[in-house]
């Protein structure tokens, strides 16, 4: 069992940047990949980025490539994702997932555990 709690999410502007944090307890937490994923308002949730299980891989969408970072760090048992260059299109929860296999699909299938969720507000 894995539980995760994010933070850090909230209103800034175009351009800011804000630093996502997913906290997750439970022995387990190494054996998965981990990933975030967002929900827009009237969207499908989708993908966002992901790591392995050692962090040494990542992978992102298109839409947020060269602007959003991943990173690990399992002694502390922490998932971040530091988010630049904001738009108000990134505006949407953000959720921390725990998935079976490493994969930049948006198939929430995979996904074993979810997080509840940080809102971040993007304004123009």
């Known amino acids: 069992q894995v539980q995760l709690l994010e933070s850090g999410g909230e209103l800034v502007q175009a351009g800011g940047s804000l630093r996502l944090s997913c906290a997750a307890s439970g022995r387990t937490f190494t054996n998965y990949p981990m990933a975030w994923f967002r929900h827009a308002p009237g969207k499908e949730r989708e993908f966002v980025a992901a790591?392995?299980?050692?962090?040494?891989?990542?992978g992102y969408a298109e839409s947020v490539k060269g602007r959003f970072t991943i990173s690990r760090d399992n002694a502390k048992m922490t998932v971040n994702m530091q988010m630049n260059s904001l738009k108000p299109e990134d505006t949407a929860i953000y959720y921390c997932a725990a998935t079976e296999y490493y994969s930049f699909s948006s198939d929430t299938s995979r996904v074993r555990y979810w997080g509840q969720g940080t809102q971040v507000t993007v304004s123009s």
């Open positions: 790591c392995s299980t050692s962090g040494a891989n990542t």
